[in-house]
């Protein structure tokens, strides 16, 4: 079993940056794929980013490109979501996923297991 938390979410002007951190439980962590996704009230949950096992390639939703980047420390179990840039759109609770393949695949489905989200907030 994984447990994931995450945590940096808040409340931000449009244009400004946070950092979310997604920690793990899990010996096996540095095999697994780690995936961001996003859900806004009334709204279904969308992929943001992913990066596959070893850190080395990333994959990023097109709303994502130029302003979001993912990575990932095995040492400390942990995976990151630098989001700049920010605009009121990108208001929702964000949640980390860890998928058994290793792949960092956009698809929700290869994700085993979720955290609880963090609420990130832009105002305009």
């Known amino acids: 079993q994984v447990q994931l938390v995450e945590s940096g979410g808040g409340l931000v002007q449009a244009g400004g940056s946070l950092r979310l951190s997604c920690a793990s439980s899990?010996?096996?962590?540095?095999?697994?794929?780690m995936g961001w996704f996003r859900q806004a009230p009334g709204s279904e949950r969308e992929f943001v980013a992913a990066?596959?096992?070893?850190?080395?390639?990333?994959t990023y939703a097109d709303s994502a490109k130029g302003r979001f980047t993912i990575s990932r420390d095995n040492a400390k179990i942990t995976v990151y979501l630098q989001l700049n840039s920010l605009k009121p759109e990108d208001t929702a609770v964000y949640y980390c996923?860890?998928?058994?393949?290793?792949?960092?695949?956009?698809?929700?489905?290869?994700?085993?297991?979720w955290g609880q989200g963090t609420q990130v907030t832009v105002s305009s």
């Open positions: 990066i596959n096992w070893r850190g080395d390639r990333t």
């Open positions: 899990g010996r096996t962590f540095s095999t697994y794929g």
């Open positions: 996923a860890a998928e058994f393949y290793g792949l960092g695949s956009g698809d929700e489905r290869r994700y085993a297991y």
